[in-house]
């Protein structure tokens, strides 16, 4: 099966509007915040043919989602593109791997002052077969709601994103786990390096936290204007590292590093 990548989800927790200022900060356009009819809410950042979900709880209500809060935050999910949400599922079980029950759902969009309702499914992999965090399907039946021009224009410049870099102490176990998945299209890398090859890579800012044995830390983009963005990240006290070819951002709070390069 060939796999291409829909978004990658930034879980905050509660702070969905705290991750969302510092993007703003960064040169990002962010969509509306949303509301689930799942009970969360999220932001997204488009980029290209995918985007980065800033996806969290409100916390004036009893969390509906408890799997949100159940690993760190961060860098915790994987999002491959469904035509057929049925079939996904069905073509995932006939792999032999374990599914949780396709679900349904929604978020009002305002455009020119009506709300209109954009509609997803998703199937998730059963969680213990991906400790880096949640991966799923998902297929949007009413994309125009979502990939609309007025928010897939950055001032940073930025245009799109290319992988995921996880730290692992078994690289190979991860990146076959996840290749029993299907083939990835070229447009997109998953990549998992020892934490000692990740020291090397980007020894100038602190490793993220997170806790796990095995997480996504690293997002790669592309561009962006290296120079303005490393001003703005120290404006707002993000640590950062400029380099000839790349600028390395931290995100502190939420585990991530993001990384710009041409």
Known sequence: MRLFLDHLVLNTHY????????FRQLGFTLTPKGHHS???????????????E?????????????ELLAG?????????RSQNIDASA???????????????????????????????STVHLAAELFVE??????QHHTPELVWRDEWRRHANGVTHLSRLVGVTAAPDDAARRFQALGDLDVAFALEFVT????????AELPPPGGGRTSQFTVLRLHGGDRPALARQAEQVSLPCHVEPQRLLVALPAFNTLLEFVD
């Open 90 to 120: 069905a073509a995932l079980q006939t792999a032999g791997l374990a599914i949780q029950p396709v679900r349904h759902f929604s978020r009002p969009v305002i455009l020119n002052g009506e709300s209109h309702p954009a509609r997803f």
């Open 133 to 138: 965090g949640r991966v799923y399907f998902c």
């Open 54 to 66: 800033l996806l969290g709880l409100p916390a004036e209500q009893t969390p509906q989602r408890q």
């Open 38 to 52: 799942l009970g969360s809410v999220n932001h997204l950042v488009l980029l290209g043919d995918s985007y980065l």
């Open 15 to 22: 702070d969905t509007d705290g991750a969302a200022a510092l």
């Open 72 to 80: 760190p935050r961060g860098l915790d999910g994987v999002v491959f």
């Open 195 to 202: 934490p000692t090859a990740f020291g090397e890579r980007y």
